[in-house]
């Protein structure tokens, strides 16, 4: 299925350039020939039915239409079993272990700690120290959070997983990711976290305007962006009862709670043969994504949920704000989505 998700997409592209080219060539023609093309003796309408290019064309528009419908109705059914529909199993008793990725976070990562440090049933704080160069170590122990230090830098990625893998050496029973930059806000568990008695995980949007700080890293081009890849990314998953597994709308946020039986099932799936060596298609970019996928794929029930998202402190280690970054991580999503 994966194989047909991307010839039908790559079809639709090549298609698509083909289709346009085809009438902007035609315009062209019909402007500079002008007073020919009215004294001509066929109308402009069957220059067009008699043109070749056009058949063909038509052609392979009604075979790739009938090659989707083929794909909707392979879909009716993808993960409509008693398995992806209303199951109530309450956590009665909450343990709550959240990790976070810092990088020379210094200036935020007090109250990045403490925010979430104080929420009910949150246990333990570990903070994954990507070989900061300031004082993030110091001031994150002395707010309350245990510290995983490394003696080189990683990447993101790296943290995100070693973050994962510490949780369960914990008794926490729900697991949250965040990040320590003071774009989360540790309140939101308190919405996130009760759908986990219907679903495996939640993963926070920030898509939302109401709930989003006008000077927050997300402008127009990230937010339209994400939607799109986050719609193309639920393509990948069609149903065409629920138009997929779940609602996608926000690709790039890294904020989420999940089971710790969830986490379980899947955190086997980032390395090659229980390996320290990441599979192929995880890399700092696609980490998050990566894990929905996994997710999807062990058939783990998600939910996506609207979250508060504030203003950056200090300087983003992504440089996703800046246009260029921001393309070649969107490529980099879309290739993700065709090939993994």
Request: some cysteine; hydrophobic content about 40%; aromatic content about 12%.
């Amino acid at each position: 299925m994966k194989k047909f998700f991307f010839i039908l997409v790559s079809t639709f592209v090549a298609l698509f350039i083909i289709n346009i080219s085809w009438i902007i060539a035609n315009l062209f023609y019909w402007s500079i020939s002008g007073i020919d093309v009215i004294l001509s003796e066929t109308t402009l309408l069957e220059d067009i039915y008699l043109s070749t290019y056009f058949i063909w064309i038509v052609w392979a528009d009604v075979v790739w239409w009938i090659t989707l419908l083929i794909y909707a109705k392979q879909r009716k059914a993808y993960k409509s079993d008693s398995e992806h529909y209303l199951i109530h199993n309450p956590l009665d008793t909450k343990k709550i272990c959240v990790t976070m990725s810092a990088y020379n976070e210094e200036e935020i990562i007090k109250d990045a700690v403490t925010d979430f440090i104080k929420q009910p049933n949150v246990e333990r704080v570990i903070v994954i120290d990507n070989h900061s160069t300031d004082k993030t170590v110091e001031i994150a122990e002395s707010a309350g959070a245990k510290v995983i230090t490394k003696k080189s830098n990683k990447g993101y990625a790296h943290s995100w997983y070693t973050g994962l893998k510490e949780t369960l050496n914990t008794d926490a029973n729900i697991i949250v990711l965040t990040d320590a930059d003071g774009t989360f806000s540790g309140y939101d568990m308190a919405k996130m976290i009760p759908y986990l008695d219907n679903c495996d995980m939640v993963i926070g949007s920030r898509m939302t305007q109401v709930l989003s700080e006008e000077t927050n890293q997300n402008d127009t081009f990230l937010v339209w962006g994400n939607k799109f890849l986050g719609a193309f990314f639920q393509l990948k998953y069609f149903n065409s009862r629920h138009m997929g597994v779940t609602q996608f709308t926000d690709v790039g946020c890294s904020y989420r709670c999940m089971r710790r039986e969830s986490l379980e099932k899947i955190i086997g799936d980032f390395t090659k043969n229980d390996s320290e060596e990441f599979v192929d298609e995880v890399d700092d970019i696609t980490i998050g994504l990566f894990t929905t996928q996994r997710a999807i794929e062990n058939d783990l029930r998600i939910v996506e949920i609207p979250i508060t998202f504030k203003e950056r402190k200090g300087t983003s280690k992504s440089g996703v704000t800046q246009k260029d970054k921001a393309i070649k991580y969107g490529l980099q999503f879309i290739k993700f989505i065709l090939t993994s």
